[in-house]
């Protein structure tokens, strides 16, 4: 299955990928429409230092603790894509609190939010991935 | 209109050639035949002849062809030619009058050999010598233009279609072992008897259909090494061409048309051993001598012909046989027009060259 | 301020409507022209600082940003133009040589554009390549001037060393140092992907790079920086650099501040000192000197190496070509005065060498009257633009073409012609490591790969036209050019007819 890998080797600490991902979950078609003075809620972060930036989102586990311990079903696994069904969430925050990776959030409603790899959005594919400028996230088989 | 030498001529052609491989003799009239259904391939702005074997009387010395505008011109090529050169015979080239040839310039014939003396003084060979004199005539003596050079061969050409000059220069008087033949189709001149082909330097005579693409980088090559090409002319610059890599380089017929019609790079790869090594090497030392653009060439020289294609055989040229003689022609018509009974007709691949010889001992 | 102030060059326009604020322009940008003001929360711009390299432009998620020309400008004057008068004002103020980079940017002649190319109509074909082979690769180095057999009448096939490239273009040196690591791993990986060459320049070969040997020239500068017995058998072929065409008759300074780390193990020098190449070699003051540094070159490479001698082209060039072609050389590299620079005096860059196609035109003819031109390969750089310029050079009288901005340009260079402040935002020219970074290898080499493949197919295109299935027939085929908006004399160097005749 292809995932999204992250290099920080390449990764410039420009955080562009976490526009183009609230952007690409936004449902709206202009950017500045979307996130013009809006707090933005990415569902991939830029971690990192003077010396060192990397990515970090949902690396799709094969045996995700996540959806282990979600307590109403809301997180499940699609084709091996660990998808969160937003109507079943209730913030109850476990999935955040289990995940060794720290790559589940929340949204501005407070319910749980995580990559889903653009498969449920109009990008089609990762926006994270397409608008990296110096491919530092790749989307691909490994 | 600008003449041959001022400017760049290229034109299509028509050619023909017919060998004996044992040297038996023929006269001029069959190949004078062979142009006359190519008639359409010319547009009466040139033709001409090369025989081989023609002058076994004189076949020690060079026999100069000369156009000459007027007396003055002669006048002064011939004292030019007494300095260096023993002179057994100079007399105007027989013609006949007819109404198709016209604006006929005084056509001399001179049979030649360099005087030792000066060949030693020089710390020449003969041949260079000869050839560099033909090059300072046709450079520096206004009005003389020296068309065949070569030992017992001729060339013989006008401005017309060809086979009425054949029958001008009375070609059935002569007998050779080998003739060839050319009608020109030129789209850049008035017309210009020095112009027409064959185009001839020693006894290497070319004669040539076609438009090289590759011709300024040839000229711009081959003029470093003394030649100059006054006419402009892709026959010209062949003719220089095979003179320094057969003469001067010292390579086999193969040799050179593996330079001018070098194989490609994808081919040279497939081949092994020395083959690919020599293929490399040739196209490497003398890459710009390779010709490219449509061309067909027949190069005379004494005892052989040479057919040659261009690499992707982009203008037609048939060979035929039948008994000891071989066909070279534009057209499948022009060799049916010489021997109706022709066989083995085929058409040679682009690149590869097909060679003629005369037995040894047989010219 | 006050005599010493200059209003700004550029000015930055941020359409508000667009701009989220995402800050990305920030945070690229390392002449901190961008900044976000809390307070306000607006993205303010210190517009002083801007040297239009676009990177903000280009990274722009909401296409918010562009970069124009100040409008804010001194008196018009046909002859005090706005940037001699402002040159005055900063040497006023610092009393210091101008340095700039990249090539002459001034509007002097472009010979290429004047010259136009021939195409096959009617008497006979052009040829189309996707259908028919053409034949783009070219062999460099010196060829024999007879024919040698052996007692069986065999030719005897060995050749001095010889270069091939399969297409007749290679990148032409810059110096680790003066550009990053990432743009040297990127240009050699394309050079071995394309079966080209690529160039050291004089700042050495880094340790990583051996293994691109074969796909490597490596060069010997007046600074002799880096060269070891390894170093100069490490590559395809020797150049010895005696001038560049951005700054002919002068040498180069690195400043210490880029000697750091691998760049001063490269270099063979320690860090922090500034890498100084001289003007002249000092081993060589003339010509005889020239033909023992040739030849030592060869003896420490066992004659196994082709032997470039790279020059600018300055007035006598036809003259000085000729003294290297009898030098040993194997090849002439000459360097036009649009040649790109990592920093050279303004005043020598703008002013100093001549047009590359006018050197390479009377160089070529020179060769050939005097019977050389088989001796010898030539090269030419100086800005090579596009796959016309270099049918172009090759119908001049080029064996093979060096093109370095455009190589540049095609790994994010976008000829802001500031590479002496080290600030590169393309990651560059560059040796600072967050900036080196922004130069994905991956990326780039791809992209130099795409670029000469391009080229490859539009000379092949263009070759077909001219009814020539093979560079070699294009060498010095003059006829196929002509000329426009040329005096007869310009025409009379080119040796090539005006369009129309």
């Known amino acids: 299955m292809k995932r999204v890998f992250v290099n920080e080797k390449w990764c410039l600490g420009c955080h562009l990928c976490e526009y183009n991902c609230a952007f690409a979950n936004s449902g709206l078609d202009n950017m500045a429409k979307a996130l013009k003075d809006k707090k933005i809620y990415p569902r991939i972060r830029i971690e990192g230092d003077e010396n060192i930036n990397y990515a970090v989102s949902c690396r799709h586990c094969t045996d995700p603790m996540c959806v282990k311990s979600c307590i109403t079903g809301a997180l499940s696994i699609e084709d091996g894509v660990i998808t969160i069904s937003q109507d079943k969430c209730v913030g109850c925050l476990t999935c955040i609190l289990v995940c060794p990776y720290g790559c589940i959030s929340q949204n501005e409603n407070s319910v749980a939010q995580k990559c889903e790899l653009c498969l449920k959005n109009s990008a089609g594919e990762p926006a994270c991935v397409k608008g990296c400028p110096n491919n530092a996230i790749v989307y691909e088989e490994r | 209109m600008k003449l041959e030498g001022e400017v760049r001529i290229p034109s299509g052609c028509a050619i023909s050639a017919v060998i004996s491989k044992e040297g038996n003799l023929m006269t001029g009239e069959n190949i004078i035949k062979s142009m006359i259904p190519m008639h359409d391939r010319s547009n009466g702005l040139g033709g001409g002849f090369a025989g081989y074997g023609i002058y076994p009387d004189y076949k020690e010395y060079y026999a100069f062809h000369i156009f000459y505008n007027d007396n003055i011109s002669r006048n002064k090529c011939e004292s030019f030619l007494k300095d260096s050169f023993e002179i057994v015979k100079a007399e105007n080239i027989p013609i006949k009058k007819i109404p198709e040839i016209t604006d006929v310039p005084l056509i001399w014939r001179y049979f030649v050999a360099p005087l030792s003396s000066t060949l030693s003084r020089l710390q020449l060979d003969e041949k260079t010598y000869v050839a560099r004199t033909v090059t300072k005539i046709n450079n520096e003596i206004n009005g003389a233009y020296v068309f065949s050079s070569g030992k017992n061969m001729g060339v013989f050409k006008a401005v017309g279609f060809p086979e009425d000059v054949g029958r001008f220069y009375r070609l059935d008087e002569y007998k050779g072992y080998s003739w060839t033949a050319h009608g020109r189709y030129p789209t850049n001149t008035p017309g210009w008897w020095g112009g027409a082909h064959p185009f001839a330097l020693l006894d290497y005579s070319i004669v040539h259909n076609g438009e090289i693409s590759s011709y300024d980088a040839n000229r711009r090559f081959i003029e470093m090494f003394g030649y100059k090409c006054n006419l402009q002319t892709d026959t010209e610059v062949i003719t220089y061409i095979i003179d320094y890599l057969m003469r001067r380089q010292g390579l086999t017929l193969e040799e050179t048309a593996n330079v001018i019609a070098a194989p490609f790079w994808s081919t040279i790869e497939k081949k092994k051993g020395f083959d690919k090594e020599k293929y490399t090497y040739l196209r490497t030392v003398f890459s710009s001598l390779l010709v490219t653009g449509p061309f067909s060439i027949v190069l005379g020289y004494e005892g052989g012909l040479m057919a040659l294609n261009d690499r992707l055989k982009l203008r037609s040229m048939v060979v035929g046989e039948k008994d000891d003689k071989v066909y070279i022609a534009s057209e499948e018509a022009a060799i049916r027009a010489m021997e109706p009974n022709a066989t083995n007709i085929f058409a040679p691949a682009g690149g590869e060259p097909v060679i003629v010889k005369v037995k040894e001992g047989k010219f | ?501």
């Open chain 3, 1 to 501: 301020m006050g005599i010493e102030y200059i209003y700004p060059e550029f000015e930055v326009v941020r359409n508000a409507d667009r701009c989220i604020k995402c800050g990305v322009c920030q945070r690229q940008c390392a002449n901190e022209v961008h900044k976000l003001d809390e307070d306000l929360n607006v993205m303010l711009s210190d517009e002083a600082k801007c040297v239009n390299c676009q990177r903000c432009v280009a990274l722009c998620p909401t296409r918010a940003l562009k970069i124009v020309k100040s409008d804010c400008r001194l008196r018009e004057n046909a002859n005090w133009s706005d940037s001699t008068i402002k040159e005055v004002y900063k040497q006023a103020s610092s009393g210091a040589v101008l340095l700039s980079s990249m090539g002459n940017p001034n509007p002097l002649p472009v010979y290429w554009d004047r010259i136009l190319i021939n195409a096959s109509q009617v008497t006979n074909p052009p040829i189309d390549p996707l259908r028919e082979p053409m034949e783009t690769a070219v062999f460099l180095g010196k060829k024999p001037e007879k024919i040698q057999r052996d007692e069986n009448g065999k030719i005897k096939c060995e050749l001095a060393p010889q270069i091939k490239l399969p297409v007749p273009i290679m990148f032409s040196a810059m110096s680790y140092g003066s550009i990053s690591y990432n743009a040297h791993e990127s240009l050699a990986r394309a050079a071995r992907e394309l079966g080209i060459c690529y160039n050291t320049g004089e700042g050495g070969l880094h340790k990583d790079f051996y293994e691109y040997g074969p796909n490597t020239i490596v060069q010997v500068a007046s600074g002799r920086f880096g060269v070891h017995e390894n170093y100069l058998n490490a590559g395809a072929a020797i150049e010895i650099k005696m001038g560049q065409g951005a700054k002919p008759g002068i040498g180069g300074h690195l400043p210490g501040a880029k000697i750091v780390g691998d760049v001063s193990k490269t270099r063979m020098i320690p860090e922090g000192s500034d890498a100084i190449s001289p003007a002249p070699h000092h081993d060589i003051y003339s010509i005889e000197d020239l033909r023992q540094l040739v030849f030592s070159l060869k003896e420490a490479t066992n004659y196994k190496k082709p032997i470039i001698v790279k020059v600018a082209a300055v007035h006598n060039i036809a003259a000085i070509a000729s003294g290297i072609a009898r030098s040993g050389a194997d090849i002439i590299a000459i360097d036009g005065f649009r040649g790109g620079t990592g920093a050279a005096p303004t005043r020598i860059r703008d002013n100093v060498g001549i047009p590359i196609e006018l050197a390479l035109a009377s160089v070529d003819q020179r060769l050939r009257d005097e019977g050389i031109r088989n001796n010898v390969s030539l090269v030419v750089g100086g800005s090579i633009r596009c796959a016309s310029d270099v049918v172009k050079a090759i119908a001049l009288g080029a064996d093979a073409c060096y093109i370095a901005t455009s190589a540049l340009l095609a790994l994010g260079c976008h000829l802001c012609r500031t590479c002496q402040t080290g600030k590169c935002n393309w990651g560059i020219a560059t040796q600072r490591p967050e900036l080196v970074k922004r130069l994905n290898p991956d990326i780039g080499y791809q992209r130099l790969v795409n670029l000469v493949t391009a080229w490859q197919h539009e000379i092949k295109e263009l070759m077909g036209a001219m009814g020539i299935n093979s560079i070699e027939a294009l060498k010095g085929n003059r006829l196929m050019l002509r000329g426009v908006n040329m005096t007869e004399k310009e025409l009379e160097i080119f040796n090539i007819s005006h369009a129309g005749e």
